[in-house]
């Protein structure tokens, strides 16, 4: 294959656009319900799917011509197992969706269901894939692992001498962008929406936090709502609004090749992760794209308005080596030539997940971009979850991994975005190993004390930008993860913590917590109206909370301390931090006297937990730390060091200790207090990890992970936070009236695996006698009761309580293989709570009766 026998672009229709043209171009309304800006396929299917709901009064504005930016030159992959659920769910609709949109518009979209096929040649690329099989069938998709014979009999391209293994998927398929957009565009027509093409939006109108409409060089647009869709643009518009919309653009890479003899039409699309390429049929010839592990950002300085049908340089260079890697996969193809070598921008996001949803604090403004090349197979998903979320005001599911209010104000930097974006090409296909951060763009948040804990031998992930502890190895030359789904250092470093937490004292910097202060004489009545517990308690008390949506889902979960007679402080975990600040905002319009503001910069959150954290504190503080003086769920101010603190009792880990919630500027000194107090106490430090592990066996639940905005506290098990007699109303109680005294169909319960089995972290299926009844949604190994565990909402039509799970032979899939396992509704440990209590128990005692047997059947 030469790099001398590529052609130009001239295969491609230089005028493509002009395709859209036999639309009627009708005047500028004055005045719609609905705006989109943006033509390509995400825009256009947004506008299909708001039609579908009935709405008419929808106007799409394209500043050229539809689908010129990146949609034109797409691949057009339609690939269904994605990192979530949901990110499959919106593929998995897509492919449902093209089958049948001709029929329903009239225009082809040259969808063909080829299937799809992804090899393995080393062992830990054989791993991820049966996992993802696994995971898939959690989500409804099948995927099939099979040998590489049989990869070579579907694919007799393949050289195989070296696999181990294959996913097959039979669903998957690809589509023709181009006509799959006309398809949108038709059906959108037929509903009543206008499009406009060359119609640029100059800018977006808000007025008091509320969108108000958009101006066009024709004039101005009244309007309700808005979405912006405008793909590798929508970094620059978003920040003319102060809105973080965090993506940039980088270079794709494809060939096609000239034609290949006897090729089949409907050849299945090919992966091969490892070598980095992924190719597929397309008449007659072999289109072969790449994501290379070290990408080139493109578009820093900005990207002109009119780059319509546009490709940029091409790089051969670049891209040999992953061209050798196909031809050493495909040997046919050192015998054909190449008519085209192409180059063309796609945008991608910090973390490679989408940006879906509504401004943090505009009203009526969404946004749907940020798609990692993965647009194509999203996009009837996306554009049926855009028009719910537009019409009715939420989702018809938990989309927070896609959610933009993720988002945080410094990832609007273009430095720190085109840095990151050199990783995140090649992040799409690189081994998803347990605990895996970036490595680009790091260092962005620091806490206080990270000199301090790089020196006690932290090794750092990243979270919402912060350097975030993981786990700790010797002092002064910290322990990575080699890469493994298998018991690493980490594993034992982690463990030890976990041990040093449930045995002695432990020390965790969560400075990363978010802090919002909710002050005025209306604060109470707002934080009544959110929470579902009851927030009207006595100076230094502590709450928690979820605050729910209409339906009775969790928009969040937090803490909240009393602390002044109109004073709230409202502590929430790092990556939600904009979002509940947005949450606050929103509801406090309107409200009365109250004002909102994040104090989060100001404090840095020390955790001491563990049996001895009482006996630490007392050295360094001058404060009553007995059950008596200080109770659970109380925080006050204490003298410790040379320092002032706010201290919280409380625990995320099932054992006594306290958060002390320090100004930033005493963090250094308290700390090394603590530590230079604890060392005949043996104090260790601890990460993340450790703390995942703690909680898990304690059970208690993560936000995000365990719950979301679709599950209620009676579906996960927080009942006990719902104040039904508090005298004032709050959000979502309606709904959650209608479940009061049901039996759950839908219910979160605690999964272990108390044999011998691999490591588990997530999605793995659950099985019931012999039927798939859920998936678990966090997992880990609980060091405490000796095995994998983890929690899962598990299904039944006639409910899922005690008797149902006690009836049924639970089995949890990991990789393919089934692994007996035992579910229940109570924690796994310490059920009753008396570790939180202060009260000492052994802990062999405090384990599950059933787990605790079955590890004293497994034991020698």
Known sequence: MCPESAGHLSWIPRQTGALFLRFEMRKLPSHVEYVIIGGGIIGLSIAYHLTQLGHRDVLLLERDQLASGTTWHAAGLVTQLRANENMAKLAQYSAELFRDLEKLTGQATGFRQSGSITVAATTARLEELKRGASMGRSFGLEVEMIDAAEAKRRVPLLDVSDILGAAWIASDGMTNPIDTTRAFAAGARQGGATILERTPVTRIAVENGRFTGVETAEG??????????????????????????????????????????????????????????????????????????????????????????????????????????????????????????????????????????????????????????????????????????????????????????????????????????????????????????????????????????????????????????????????????????????????????????????????????????????????????????????????????????????????????????????????????????????????????????????????????????????????????????????????????????????????????????????????????????????????????????????????????????EDTPLQSGLGFTIAWDKGSDFIGRFALETQRGQMPRRRLVHLAAPQAAPLIFGTEPVWRNGALVGYLRSAGFGHTVGCGIGMGYLHSDTGVSAEWLSKGDFEIEIAGERHAAMATLRPLFDAKRTRVKGEWLKTEDLIHPELRAAMSKARP
């Open 220 to 709: 101005i647009v009244r309007a309700e709502k808005a979405v912006i869709c405008t793909g590798m643009w929508s970094r620059s518009v978003g920040a003319d609004l102060n809105w973080t919309i965090p993506l940039h653009a980088a270079e794709h890479f494809y060939v096609v090749t000239e034609s290949i003899p006897d090729l089949p039409h409907n050849l299945p699309t090919i992966r091969d992760m490892d070598a980095r390429f992924y190719a597929k049929a397309d008449a007659g010839k072999l289109l072969v794209g790449f994501f290379e592990p070290d990408g080139k950002p493109w578009g820093m300085e900005g990207i002109a308005q009119d780059f319509s049908f546009d490709s940029l340089p091409e790089d051969f260079d670049h891209i040999e080596p992953y061209l050798s890697a196909a031809i050493e996969r495909m040997p046919a193809l050192a015998n054909v030539g190449l008519q085209l070598n192409f180059n063309g921008p796609e945008s991608f996001t910090p973390d490679n997940r989408f940006l879906l949803g509504p401004a943090p604090e505009i009203t009526g403004l969404y946004t749907a971009t940020g798609f990692n090349s993965c647009g194509i197979e999203s996009s009837g998903g996306a554009g049926k979850v855009m028009a719910e979320w537009m019409s009715k005001g939420q989702p018809s599911n938990d989309f927070w991994e896609m959610d933009v209010r993720r988002a945080m104000p410094f990832q609007r930097n273009r430095k720190y975005l085109y840095d990151r974006t050199i990783e995140a090409v090649g992040n799409l296909w690189v081994l998803h190993y347990p605990h895996k951060s970036a490595k680009t763009a790091r260092n962005v948040r620091l806490s206080p004390l990270h000199d301090r804990l790089a020196q006690a031998g932290a090794n750092f992930g990243e979270i919402a930008g912060w350097e975030r502890v993981q786990w700790f190895g010797a002092p002064g030359s910290p322990t990575s993860s080699h890469g493994t789904f298998g018991r690493d250092d980490w594993f034992r470093l982690s463990g030890e913590e976990h041990e040093a937490t449930r045995s002695g004292v432990a020390l965790f910097d969560q400075t990363s917590f978010a802090h919002l202060l909710v002050q005025g004489k209306d604060a109470l009545a707002l934080l009544q109206r959110l929470s579902t517990n009851d927030v009207d308690v006595p100076l230094g008390r502590i709450v928690y909370t979820p605050w729910l949506n209409e339906r009775g889902g969790m928009e969040s979960d937090v803490t909240i301390a009393r602390t002044g007679e109109d004073e709230f402080l409202v502590v929430t975990a790092a990556v939600q931090r904009i979002r509940d600040l947005a949450w606050l905002k929103i509801h406090a319009k309107g409200a009365g006297h109250v004002s909102v503001a994040d104090v989060s910069s100001g404090y840095t959150t020390l955790s001491v937990m563990g049996p001895r954290s009482r006996d630490l504190l007392k050295r360094v503080s001058p404060a009553d730390f007995s059950d008596d003086a200080f109770r659970f769920a109380t925080s006050r101010e204490i003298e410790i060091g040379y320092g002032l603190a706010m201290a919280f009792r409380m625990t995320f880990v099932g054992e006594l200790g306290w958060e002390l919630h320090i100004p930033v500027e005493q963090a250094l000194g308290i700390y090394d207090a603590l530590v230079a107090a604890g060392q005949d106490l043996g104090v260790r430090h601890a990460g993340y990890v450790a703390l995942n592990s703690l909680r898990l066996e304690a059970g208690y639940r993560d936000w995000g992970s365990d719950v979301g905005d």
